[in-house]
């Protein structure tokens, strides 16, 4: 079968073309500066903590990549890292936190127990704190490496790189909580939430 | 009121006969100046507390009447999953409770639950177990040193204490596998032997160590910031510390030399020649002297304790509690089913029921456990230092002022994870 | 056998019930009429001095027959003596004892806790809030043994919930102020409080 090849020919660039290259070009601008210089939120509660510390400190330095400047205070931050579990009581408190950061914000969940609740499947422990916020990254680990963190941090750079500001993604609005006062619809949650792995098998009975 | 206020309205010089700064006095009503008190709300997330501790402080104006801290902001029901593990399925749990010291959790769950099914655990394993808890102090003091000093605007210190912190942490790399979740020891032994490498390594690290604590000695202990702020801050009695049930560092700063590796000794600890360390006003200085002194006293530990380590086998022999080596578990019958016993059914304790007390970084760490005779215990109860530690702030910090206790929240040494569990 | 025991028989005489040895811990039971008294009596009394309060616990056993305990670990620091001390009460009954707060200080949180986690009442103590749950947590006392590990109620209505309270809450500065001279309160304030009625979400079950 043969090929037929249309061609056609344009005077000049259309404009559209030239919008586009120069959303192009603002996107990269803006995207650049946003991902690398980043201000992390650290929320740190338990063990990952110390490890988020470490990626703080000397050797691990994530200074290198934009964290120069850690925001202790949420209105000034750009990313929450939610680094350590998660217990029905912080509940309400991390959600004001995310409420408090002004657009564009970012989530990573740094370790099993905030993305899944880890270990913790009890009565005390939220089951992923995406039931409560949005997240970007997941870092997986118990506590995850400096270095599974900072790749986790690599990964949203890449995220934030591939945004764009012209078309609207719903993510860039605000997310306020339904009026059942929950994220997801239950059902969802309790999807979420179910066990896996290890924690179905928790009897008291040996 | 501030000194300043008490100076003017008591027509004092605002020091007492000895030279040191007076306690504003409660209940001395304000002059005219407006007395209503104030309430503010420190935390659960506040780089300054430690964690997601919650304090709710009733303010006269800048000096602390009543602290109220909140707590439960990191409860995640360690003791009620505890009745849903084995007993060697505990262990990754403690790490996780006081995740600034978790060999040394290890160690005092294993002691606990091996004197619940009455093991008697190697020579070697003993020295290894000393070996987990020490290094598990020096880490944990750095950690607490790092994050005070920080707490009262010394950033150095904080970098060159998660230094030698990263090193330890190479070392407990080298024998778990883990940085942080170490999940060390097992009931009648341990994980794992340590490797090769680790006994020279460990041997580097005791020689080196004694000159990053001389720095930050240099750096700290006559630093007229650092002595203004600590001196004289946060005062505890010994008859007060120990009313309050405090205990390590908290109760020996108070003057109580009372430390559990001497006074219930564990693992041979009094065959060690190592010195108590007690200070002598009670206030945060010296709670910070202390737990430098520990650290070198630690270090001391080390090597002696890397001189005696004997060879030997690091588990018991009995192969109905540890796990045959995995290659024998494959090729022999019988081996393979101990395995499928200990894994399936786990190792059943008898009826009974066992305290054990350890001298963790943080106070004495105690493991209550309570059992059926089934091989899940009925209760795993944490005697949590810092738990009761905390409970005796809101007395050290009346009167004070609200930038004393950020110093004096600081000087608790407290780790969420074990006040809330 | 810890000597403390035949001191406190032949000072309290049916007050102390059975004593028994378990893993080289000795245990007393004391009838919990007399708890405050034998407690200042072992404190108080020179030849046993036990001036240090380890812990305050408390035990359910899975057999549902057997008494609820309270645990007290005493310590003597200059005598280096241990004692463990127990209290039986009845799950289905009236969990209440008295609170060894007046002796010791440091029972003060610990008790709480042990009212948080087994709804145990310990009277006389100046403030039995609930300590690591929340205030108008509604699910129960989470270390009971026949509450389910994770909880009673969905995971939707447990985040829902969660998500309601309040999270500045605390007490207002009246009830703070009060929490001193807790014992001379009105008996429907203090019930009030042990409730935690304030700030309770009115569709809560
Ligand atoms: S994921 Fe592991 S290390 Fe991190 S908070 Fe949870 S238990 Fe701790």
Same mark, same amino acid.
């Given at each position: ?9 344009? %005077? ?6 030239? *919008? ?11 995207? %650049? ?17 110390? /490890? ?56 990573? %969940? ?38 599974? *963190? ?37 059902? /969802?949650?309790?999807?979420?939430? /179910?066990?896996?792995?290890? %924690? ?7 | ?8 309205? $008591? ?8 030279? !040191? ?13 407006g007395t209503e008190h104030m309430l503010i709300n420190i935390g659960p997330q506040h780089p300054a507390t430690h964690g997601v501790l919650r304090l709710v402080v009733e303010l006269d104006g800048e000096t602390v009447v009543r602290v109220i801290p909140h707590l ?100 407990? !790399? ?178 009974? !029921? ?47 002022? $609200? ?19 | ?205």
């Open positions: 079968m043969k090929h037929v090849i249309e061609t056609k020919t344009v %005077s000049g660039q259309s404009p559209n073309y030239l *919008l586009a290259k120069f959303q192009d070009l603002v996107d990269w601008a803006v995207n %650049s500066s946003r991902a690398n210089s980043l201000w992390p939120m650290p929320f740190g509660t338990a063990c990952c903590a110390i /490890e988020f510390m470490a990626t703080a400190a000397s050797r691990y330095d994530f200074a290198r990549f934009g964290m120069e400047r850690q925001a202790f205070s949420p209105r000034q931050a750009d990313v929450l890292i939610c680094a350590g579990r998660l217990p029905f009581k912080l509940a309400p408190v991390i959600r004001r936190i995310y409420d408090q950061m002004p657009q564009p914000k970012w989530v990573i %969940s740094m370790g099993a127990c905030a993305s899944t609740g880890g270990i913790f499947d009890n009565y005390a422990m939220v089951q992923g704190i995406d039931t409560i916020v949005p997240v970007d990254v997941y870092v997986p680990g118990c506590p995850p490496r400096p270095e599974g *963190l900072l790749y986790g941090v690599l990964l949203l750079h890449k995220k934030i790189k591939g945004e764009s500001l012209f078309d609207h993604v719903p993510r860039r609005e605000e997310q306020p909580l339904d009026d059942r006062g929950l994220r997801l619809p239950p059902g /969802e949650i309790d999807e979420i939430s /179910e066990p896996f792995g290890n %924690s179905v098998h928790q009897f008291r009975s040996a | 009121m501030s000194k300043r206020t008490v100076e003017l309205e $008591l027509a004092t010089p605002g020091v007492d006969a000895r030279g !040191e700064p007076l306690r504003v006095p409660l209940g001395v009503a304000e002059p005219d100046l439960g902001y990191l409860h995640s029901g360690f003791e009620k999953l505890g009745e849903y593990r084995h007993y060697n399925q505990i262990i990754p749990l403690t790490d996780r409770t006081d995740y600034l010291s978790p060999m040394a959790n290890n160690v005092g769950f294993a002691l606990a639950a091996e004197k619940l099914m009455g093991i008697t655990i190697t020579p070697r394993c003993t020295v290894l177990r000393v070996i987990a808890c020490e290094m598990s102090r020096i880490i944990s003091h750095m950690v607490w040193l790092g994050t005070t000093s920080i707490d009262l605007g010394a950033f150095t210190p904080f970098l060159w204490a998660f230094q030698e912190r990263e090193r330890i942490y190479n070392l407990q !790399e080298m024998w778990t596998g883990a940085r942080l979740t170490t999940s060390v020891t097992r009931v009648g032994g341990m994980m794992a032997d340590v490797p090769d490498d680790f006994v020279a390594g460990l041997r580097h690290f005791t020689r080196t160590f004694p000159k990053t604590l001389s720095e930050i000695d240099r750096v700290l202990t006559r630093n007229a910031v650092w002595v203004g702020r600590t001196q004289g801050v946060g005062v505890l009695t010994a008859a007060e510390a120990i009313n309050h049930s405090l205990s390590g560092p908290m109760l020996r700063a108070s003057g109580v030399a009372y430390d559990v590796r001497k006074d219930k000794p564990y693992l041979d600890y009094e065959t060690y020649d190592f010195d108590v360390v007690v200070g002598e006003h009670g206030d945060v200085y010296d709670r910070y002297l202390v737990r430098l002194e520990e650290c070198s006293q630690a270090n001391r530990i080390l090597q002696q304790a890397l001189d005696r380590l004997p060879d030997g086998p690091v588990n018991i022999a009995d192969p109905r509690v540890i796990l045959p080596p995995k290659s024998r578990a494959m090729n022999d019958m019988e081996a393979m089913i101990y395995h499928f016993k200990q894994v399936m059914e786990g190792v059943k304790a008898p009826v009974g !029921e066992a305290y054990v007390g350890i001298e963790n970084p943080k106070g004495e760490l105690g493991t209550y456990l309570v059992s059926d005779g089934t091989a899940k215990p009925v209760r795993w109860r944490i005697r949590p230092p810092s738990f009761i530690n905390l409970s005796a702030l809101p007395r050290m910090a009346a009167g004070h002022l $609200l930038s004393d206790l950020i110093a004096i929240n600081a000087s608790v040494d407290i780790v969420m994870g074990e006040v809330d569990r | 056998m810890n000597p403390s025991v035949d001191a406190l028989r032949a000072t309290f005489g049916t007050a102390i019930g059975r004593a028994l040895e378990s893993c080289g811990d000795t245990i007393v039971y004391v009838a919990r009429d007399a708890l405050l008294d034998v407690m200042a009596w072992l404190r108080d009394t020179p030849e046993q001095a036990y001036d240090y309060l380890v812990d305050v616990t408390a035990v359910e056993y899975r057999d549902r027959e057997r008494p609820l305990e309270v645990v007290y670990g005493l310590r003597s620091l200059a005598r280096r003596a241990d004692l463990r001390v127990k209290v039986e009460l009845d799950p289905q009954g009236d969990l209440t004892v008295n609170s060894v707060v007046p002796v010791w200080r440091g029972a003060d949180w610990l008790e709480r806790e042990a009212y948080d986690m087994f709804g145990i009442t310990f009277q006389g103590h100046p403030d039995l809030r609930r300590i690591l749950m929340w205030e108008t947590y509604t699910e129960g006392f989470p270390l009971r043994k026949d509450f389910p590990l994770r909880g009673r109620f969905s995971r939707a209505e447990q985040v829902r919930q969660a998500l309601a309270a309040h999270p500045e809450a605390h007490y207002s500065m009246e009830e703070l102020s009060i929490a001193e001279a807790y014992e001379e309160l009105p008996a429907d304030m203090k019930e009030r409080l042990r409730r935690g009625e304030h700030g309770k979400l009115p569709d809560s079950e």
